[in-house]
C-alpha cells in the first residue's frame, strides 16, 4: 500500500513515500531490503518556520526543523526488511499489553508467553517508522538504530530465565551524547558525526544485565552548550526535535529533548539522558515523564561527552516511577575511571518495594511564592494533604548562584578535550581536538553548522576565571547551596522539598543532590508541568519511594493524542 501525504503549502506536487512497512501483512513475503527504496523525502520546511516567527516564545521561532545533513533513509533502510514483516494485525494485537505499561506488566506478559522480546522491539520500530517518517507527525527524535536490535531480542528470548535483572530484553534508547559501540556518538554536531566510540560504562552496566540498545535520539547541540537563546532540542546533527504535546507550540526541554519527547510518544520503554542543570528534569517536564538527575557519583560518566565533570550526571526517563528505578538500578555501579563514582547499595531488588510506600506522615517542604503563583503546584499538594502527607510551607532567602556559568566554563574547556584524548578512536577523521578548533570549523560554514551562532563557546574561550578562582567557586556554591536545602529539610524534619519541573535545578546541580519530577498535571493550553521531588545525597531510593506513593493518588499523565 502507498500512504499518499501532501506537504501542505509548502510543495506544489504530491510527495509520494512508499511506506510498506506499516501497513500491508502482505509484507511478510518481502524480499531483501533494497538498499534504494525510499522510505522518506525531505520537504521545504519554510511555511513552518515562518509560521513560528511570531511566536510567544523567542526560542521557538525556528531557522530550520528537518535537519539539514542526517537522511533519514539512512538511519531506517537497515531495519527495514524486519519492520515489514511485523503487520498492522500484530501490532494492534500487541498494543493493549505494551503501550503505557511498566516493566514488570512487560515481563509478566514474556513470562505468560504472550509476548516476547522480539516482538516488543518490533512493536516499538513499528511506531517509530510510523510517526517519524511522516512529516506531519515526525518529532524528530530518533537519529539512529541499532542494526542487530531484532537479532539481538531473538537471542534474549532464547537465552531468559529466571532471576534476570528486570531490564532484560527492554529496548532502551540513549541520548546521543552517550558513548555506543556500533553507533556514532554526534552530541549534535556535525564535527562529530562520523565520531566511532566503545560503550559508555553505564551502557556497558545495561548491556550486562540484557537491555537492548534500541538507539540514539535527538538533543540540544552539546547538550545546550553551544549557542545563546537557541531553540532546545536543536542540533544541526539532528535537526528540531517537537514536542508532541504540541508541536512547536511547546518547548521540548533541553537537552535530553529526544530522551524526553520519545518516552512521551512510546518509542521504548525507557530512555537515558543527562543533566548538568535542568537537562534531565526540563525535557521530562515539558513531556510529561518520569525523570530522576541523580547524586554526581551514582551513576558514572565515563564515555559521556561532557561539558562539566563537576557537574554532569546521567539519568533514567520514562513514563513511570517504577521503570525509573529500574533503569538506574541497571546503570549502578562504581567506575574506576570516574573519580566521583561511588558503590551505592539500596539493598537487594529494592525496586520491588516502591509500591509499599504511602504519602500518611511524610512531610514535604514547599516554596511559598509557588504556592501562591501556581494553581496546578497548589491543588497537587492539597491532594496530598488529603492523603495524609503534612506540607510545610518555606520562605528561603534568595540565594545567588555566583561564578556558576565559570564552572561550565572552565570544565568544557578541560573536560572536553580529555573526552577526545580517551574516547573518540578514529582521531584521523575528527581533527578537533579543543572548543576552539570546533568553532573555527564552525565558522567554515556557520548557516549549516552553527545557524543560531556559538555565544556560549564563545564564553568559554573568553573565561578569564582562574583554576583557583574555580576552585572556591565551587566550593563555594555546593556549601551554599546544601545549607540551602539542609536547613530547611533539617529544621522541619522534611522528606523532601517539592518544586515545579526544573525550577531549582541549579541549585540541586551544584549541591550534588538528587531531583526526581514526576508528572503533575496539564496547564489550559495542554502544557505538561511536573512536580520535582529534591532530597539530600544519594537519597534516591527515598525519592523514588515518595514518588511511587504520590505517583498512586495523583495518576495524572496521558498519552498525546496524536500518539496513542
Not at 229 to 246: D, I, R
Not at 400 to 427: C, E, Q, R, T
Amino acid at each position: 500500500m502507498e500512504r499518499i501525504r501532501v506537504i501542505k503549502g509548502r510543495i506544489s506536487v504530491l510527495i509520494v513515500i512508499t511506506i510498506v512497512v506499516l501497513w500491508m501483512g502482505s509484507c511478510k513475503e518481502q524480499p531483501a531490503m533494497d538498499e534504494n527504496i525510499v522510505l522518506w523525502t525531505a520537504y521545504n520546511d519554510s511555511t513552518e518556520i515562518a509560521a513560528n516567527e511570531s511566536h510567544d516564545n523567542p526560542r521557538m521561532r525556528y531557522k530550520l526543523i528537518q535537519s539539514r545533513v542526517l537522511d533519514k533513509n539512512d538511519v531506517f533502510r537497515p531495519l527495514y526488511h524486519e519492520v515489514s514483516q511485523f503487520s498492522k494485525a500484530s501490532y494492534e494485537r500487541l498494543k493493549p499489553m505494551i503501550l503505557e505499561q511498566d516493566i514488570p506488566a512487560l515481563q509478566a506478559f514474556v513470562k505468560e508467553g504472550k509476548l516476547s522480546y522480539e516482538e516488543l522491539v518490533l512493536f516499538y520500530l513499528y511506531r517509530i517508522y510510523h510517526f517519524e517518517l511522516d512529516n506531519e507527525t515526525t518529532l524528530n527524535t530518533i537519529i539512529a538504530l541499532n542494526g542487530e536490535v531484532v537479532e539481538e531480542a531473538r537471542k534474549k528470548d532464547k537465552e531468559r530465565q529466571e532471576g534476570h535483572h528486570p531490564i532484560y530484553g527492554m529496548p532502551v534508547l540513549l541520548k546521543d551524547n552517550i558513548d555506543t559501540k556500533g553507533m556514532n556518538t554526534t552530541a549534535g554536531a556535525l564535527v562529530f558525526a562520523d565520531n566511532t566510540t566503545d560503550d559508555a560504562y553505564i551502557v556497558e552496566k545495561l548491556k550486562a544485565k540484557g537491555a537492548l540498545i534500541l538507539g540514539k535520539v535527538n538533543l540540544s547541540e552539546w547538550a545546550y552548550y553551544l549557542c545563546d537563546g537557541c531553540p532546545v532540542g536543536y542540533s544541526a546533527y539532528g535537526g528540531q526535535t517537537l514536542n508532541p504535546y504540541g508541536r512547536k507550540i511547546f518547548e521540548t526541554g533541553g537537552s535530553s529533548a529526544g530522551s524526553g519527547t520519545s518516552m512521551a510518544a512510546n518509542y521504548a520503554v525507557a530512555a537515558v539522558g543527562t543533566e548538568t542543570s535542568g537537562s534531565i528534569l526540563s525535557p521530562s517536564s515539558q513531556n510529561s515523564v518520569v525523570g530522576l538527575k541523580p547524586s554526581i557519583g551514582l551513576l558514572s560518566r565515563t564515555g559521556i561527552v561532557p561539558i562539566s565533570s563537576t557537574l554532569d550526571t546521567p539519568g533514567p526517563m520514562t513514563r513511570n516511577v517504577t521503570d525509573n528505578a529500574i533503569l538506574l538500578d541497571a546503570m549502578m555501579g562504581k567506575d574506576s575511571q570516574d573519580p566521583s563514582s561511588v558503590a551505592q547499595d539500596f539493598g537487594v531488588n529494592w525496586f520491588q518495594y516502591l509500591g509499599s510506600t504511602t504519602l500518611k506522615g511524610k512531610r514535604f517542604g514547599a516554596f511559598s511564592n509557588l504556592l501562591e503563583s501556581d494553581s496546578i503546584y497548589k491543588m497537587t499538594l492539597d491532594k496530598m494533604e488529603a492523603a495524609g502527607a503534612e506540607i510545610v510551607v518555606l520562605d528561603p532567602p534568595s540565594l545567588p548562584l555566583d561564578g556558576f556559568i565559570s564552572i561550565l566554563n572552565l570544565d568544557m574547556k578541560v573536560d572536553l578535550p580529555a573526552y577526545i584524548s580517551d574516547h573518540v578512536k578514529n582521531k584521523k577523521d575528527i581533527t578537533v581536538r579543543e572548543v576552539a578548533d570546533i568553532m573555527q570549523y564552525n565558522l567554515q560554514d556557520s548557516l549549516l553548522r552553527i545557524p543560531y551562532g556559538q555565544g556560549r563557546f564563545n564564553a568559554i574561550v573568553s573565561d578569564t576565571t582562574s583554576m583557583e578562582e574555580l576552585e572556591t567557586i565551587k566550593s563555594n556554591l555546593e556549601s551554599q547551596t546544601r545549607v540551602y536545602f539542609d536547613e530547611a529539610i533539617d529544621d522541619n524534619q522534611l522528606d523532601a522539598i517539592l518544586s515545579i519541573n526544573n525550577y531549582h535545578a541549579a541549585y540541586a546541580a551544584v549541591a550534588k543532590y538528587p531531583a526526581l519530577t514526576i508528572p503533575m498535571g496539564y496547564k489550559a493550553t495542554g502544557e505538561p508541568i511536573s512536580l520535582t521531588f529534591i532530597g539530600k545525597q544519594f537519597e534516591e531510593a527515598k525519592l523514588l519511594q515518595l514518588g511511587a506513593a504520590y505517583e498512586k493518588i495523583n495518576k495524572v499523565r496521558q498519552t498525546p493524542e496524536q500518539y496513542q
